[in-house]
């Protein structure tokens, strides 16, 4: 670069200004390469990598693949950004040579604390390959007290989005127990309180009637047949009937409450009404 520009300036420009025009030209230089290069990872992984991706994982679900290009765009972005900070370093004098040199690559990870980050990025690996869950799973993350939708997998850190609406970006050395809530049928436990003058026989027709009309009704939601247990004892010597469903997942909030108001109406048309109640005369 310093000889390319003694060719094209006046002899009078001292050693001082071309070393200083020098700099900031190849550090421009660096830079316009650098968001060059960014740009051209993003239209890779947008488009032509993403095309195929679909044909090498083409037995794999959406999610998987979307999980997949974020995990190596991540990593694709790093290395783009270890080489820009390698090189602008060096433009700056730093001996980064002599410096790797004397402690070893791994003295200077550990000297920088980047233990952390190793740890980040070799489980972020062993989520992708165990394929414990993707993009768009519902997942708990019991030792962290987290439970939320996987929005992005990366190689350092792993997003998520809870119920409330708060987004937690978890490190992934933090991640060392998942329940997977997406990989299984969810269970809806609906237990309705028995009154000690209640019509016993009548209770048990209504709820029987009521739960084939669910089934019938959420059939595409179900995925096998009601259990009605019958009794089982509550808490303060109170019994409740217990039916279970088990539905896809992710339908499982809004049945419950579906499947709860279905029972107590039938249960009114039929004069019979919940204990301790607000709708007790």
């Known amino acids: 670069m310093k000889q390319w520009i003694n060719q094209f300036l006046r002899q009078e420009w001292d050693e001082l200004a071309v070393d200083g025009l020098s700099f900031f030209l190849s550090f421009i230089f660096m830079t316009a390469l650098f968001i060059l290069a960014s740009k051209l990872l993003d239209l890779i992984f947008d488009n032509r990598f993403n095309s195929r991706l679909k044909v090498i994982t083409k037995n794999s679900s959406p999610q998987r693949m979307k999980t997949i290009n974020n995990l190596l765009r991540n990593a694709a972005n790093y290395a783009l950004y270890f080489i820009y900070a390698y090189a602008i370093l060096k433009l700056f ?89 997406s990989r299984q049928a969810m269970r809806i436990v609906i237990d309705l309180p028995l009154d000690d003058d209640m019509d016993l026989s009548l209770f048990k027709s209504v709820v029987q009637k009521t739960t084939d009309d669910i089934q019938k009704d959420f059939s595409d939601s179900l995925t096998q047949e009601p259990a009605i247990t019958g009794m089982i004892r509550g808490e303060h010597q109170t019994f409740l009937y217990r039916i279970t469903f088990y539905v896809l997942n992710g339908e499982q909030y809004q049945l419950n409450s579906e499947f709860y108001e279905r029972y107590f109406l039938a249960l009114q048309e039929n004069d019979i009404q919940f204990p301790i109640s607000t709708f007790t005369p």
Do not use: W
Not at 138 to 146: A, H, N, T
């Open 93 to 181: 004098g730093f001996p980064i040579e002599t410096l790797v040199a004397s402690a070893g690559i791994a003295g200077v990870a550990f000297g920088l604390g980047a233990q952390n980050f190793v740890k980040d990025v070799i489980n972020g690996f062993f989520i992708i390959l165990e394929h414990q869950f993707e993009v768009g799973d519902l997942v708990e993350i019991p030792q962290e007290g987290i439970t939320g939708t996987i929005i992005s997998t990366g190689i350092r850190t792993t997003t998520l989005k809870a119920a409330t609406g708060d987004t937690y970006f978890v490190p992934n050395s933090y991640i060392a127990i998942v329940n997977n809530q």
